[in-house]
């Protein structure tokens, strides 16, 4: 079992930079696959990043070169630093793991975090 804790969110002005963290507890997180989701008013959930236990990272195009997602595997986190603010960034964001890439791609990761707001004003 894997228990998942976000921190960071808050309201910052376009063009500015955020950074989310994520607490994890369990043994299994050295094997794991971490991410980050996002949910907008009316859009679609939105996978914005994943890494691997070894510290492969994928982004979604929309935050490419943008976003950087890290891990300690350690200290049982997972980093979300985001640059570059825009209107379009303000969501929910969940942090969110599995054992399995594919669980975390289709959105039916077993472990979830509460989410923490993002907001970008203009």
């Known amino acids: 079992q894997v228990q998942l804790v976000e921190s960071g969110g808050g309201l910052v002005q376009a063009g500015g930079s955020l950074r989310l963290s994520c607490a994890a507890s369990g043994s299994i997180f050295r094997v794991i696959v971490m991410g980050w989701y996002r949910r907008a008013p009316g859009k679609q959930r939105e996978l914005v990043a994943s890494?691997?236990?070894?510290?492969?990272?994928n982004y979604a195009d929309s935050v490419k070169g943008r976003f950087t997602i890290s891990r300690d595997n350690a200290k049982k986190t997972v980093d979300l630093q985001m640059n570059s603010l825009n209107s379009e960034d303000t969501a929910v964001y969940y942090c969110v793991a599995d054992p399995l890439m594919q669980a975390v791609v289709g959105g039916t990761a077993d472990y979830w975090g509460q989410g923490t707001q993002v907001t970008v004003s203009s």
């Open positions: 890494i691997t236990p070894g510290g492969s990272t």
